[in-house]
């Protein structure tokens, strides 16, 4: 069982403040954190977040308020993991977040972005290989809430009481860190806004690539059944793939495109867009491969643009213990695909693409994860993960919570996600099945309006 580790405020390092075009003050700011909290003494790590609040030139520049100064926070926690936060003038929410009275902070979790980044390279300066598996065990959800928890208590020390907590805005993964705040640390918390991120409350993954093989295979017919012309074009190009020996084909990033790999563009099946993306990929490979008898660079960086694992080594790392306590993952989607033979590719029937899936296959395909394979399978056998909710603070939350829950989800399953709504005392959803995953993005003004409608309308 998680315990509420004591945490202390963060050290800020640096903070300087730019005006942007649009009207926007940034300011850029880093932070020193214990890099473990259970033992604050060995060492730390450097956390690197954007605050941004509306640029405002008053008639009479005398004109200060202090209490603009103090506006509420609201903290957005990104999907992932293994993913940075963008500049804030690439989100089309930020705007209208500003415009409901906060200040935003866009955080780069540990790991991630300026925060500390983990790669290969930097992942060799901390020793052997049983080393790095330890360090990586700090990267999860508790110790991401926990560095939002130090940053909050410097950000707002010179507010009153009343004032310090913040709001949190969870975007998938940054659900799921949603839900770990909402467990350990809910007295930082003004109020919880969670997009297509109410993770499934479980202590293995195996149950949830199960569900995820189902939703996948279900989103692999909706493609063949819109580009059914398809069918035809994505053998021909595995053919071809496969014809000098799979893998013989390098990728720009110098990774080896296998058959395995390609199959991986599924991954974009759950976005908006996603089937017309992977169409336009296979359209572009197999005239390749019809016009000139080989794929063109275009081609390939196509494919290598979708699949960034060699980005996001932490995705490939750290995504299915992202469902562990108490229990080794064991590379459980690539255990659960033998379930779910029509993933296989055979001469019969269309060939089928993956989705949100990690295979240890990976540090053998992609450059950059080749050079960390056996530190992934250390940390894949690994056991000794702790607690990421606790069921019994969630049943008597009293922390608003409003969460966006799609049917069509493809990447976190819509049951999971209303049993764990029905969990979570007061939390309050609005379900749709015309959204995908990223509608925070795609459809950013509708899915906040009606979580701000839940938040400020009342029960007819």
């Known amino acids: 069982m998680a315990t509420s580790i004591k945490v202390t405020a963060a050290k800020i390092v640096e903070q300087r403040t730019h005006q942007i075009s649009g009207k926007l003050k940034v300011t850029e700011h880093f932070f020193d954190v214990p890099k473990d909290y259970s033992k604050p003494s060995s060492g730390t790590i450097r956390i690197f977040a954007r605050s ?18 103090q506006l509420p926070w609201m903290v957005f926690l990104n999907g992932g993991p293994g993913g940075a936060c963008r500049h804030p003038n690439a989100y089309p929410f930020t705007w209208t977040i500003l415009d409901k009275g906060y200040q935003m902070l866009y955080l780069d979790q540990r790991g991630t972005g300026l925060s500390t980044p983990i790669t290969p390279s930097t992942l060799g300066l901390r020793g052997e290989n049983d080393v790095q598996a330890r360090y990586l065990k700090l990267f999860r959800a508790d110790s991401i809430v926990r560095d939002c928890e130090a940053i909050r208590q410097s950000l707002t ?28 640390y809910p007295q ?26 189902k939703r996948v295979a279900k989103r692999n017919q909706n493609y063949y059944s819109k580009y ?30 296998t058959a395995r790999r390609f199959q991986q563009i599924g991954i974009m099946f759950g976005m908006h867009g996603g089937i017309d993306s992977v169409h336009e990929i296979v359209l572009r490979a197999a005239y390749d491969i019809e016009a000139f008898g080989h794929l063109t660079r275009g081609a390939l960086s196509a494919i290598d643009s979708i699949l960034s694992f060699d980005e996001a080594p932490i995705y490939a790392i750290l995504h ?46 992609y450059s950059e994860l080749r050079k960390i394979q056996d530190v992934a399978n ?66 950013a003004d509708e899915v906040i309006r009606q979580l701000f409608d839940l938040r400020d309308d009342v029960i007819d």
């Not at 003004?190 to 093989?213: C, H, M, N, S, T």
């Not at 779910?340 to 540090?363: L, N, R």
């Not at 969630?394 to 409003?402: F, G, I």
């Open 52 to 69: 941004v609040r509306k640029h405002e030139s008053p008639a009479d520049p005398s004109d200060h308020d202090d209490k603009k100064s």
């Open 157 to 184: 020390a010179d507010y009153p009481p009343e004032k310090q907590k913040w709001s949190i805005m969870g975007q998938s993964f940054g659900g799921f860190c949603s839900i770990t705040y909402l467990s350990f």
């Open 188 to 213: 930082g918390l003004r109020e919880a806004f969670i997009y297509g991120g109410l993770q499934p409350l479980v202590k293995q993954p195996d149950p949830v690539y199960r569900a995820l093989y």
């Open 228 to 257: 059914p012309e398809d069918i035809d074009r994505v053998k021909t190009i595995v053919k071809y793939i496969q014809r000098f020996g799979d893998g013989t084909i390098k990728l720009p990033s110098e990774g080896h495109l």
């Open 320 to 365: 299915e213990q992202i469902y562990c306590e108490g229990k080794a993952p064991n590379w459980s989607a690539e255990r659960m695909r033998n379930e779910f033979p029509e993933f296989e590719i055979t001469s019969d029937g269309p060939i089928y693409f993956t989705g949100e899936m990690v295979f240890s296959w990976m540090f053998e395909d």
């Open 378 to 443: 250390r940390v894949a056998a690994d056991a000794d993960w702790p607690a990421l909710f606790d069921e019994e603070q969630l049943s008597k939350n009293e922390v608003p919570v409003y969460a966006a829950v799609y049917q069509e989800d493809m990447y976190v399953d819509y049951d999971y996600s209303r049993e764990t709504a029905e969990k979570i005392k007061g939390c309050k959803t609005f379900t749709t099945n015309v959204m995908y995953h990223n509608a925070i993005r795609s459809k």
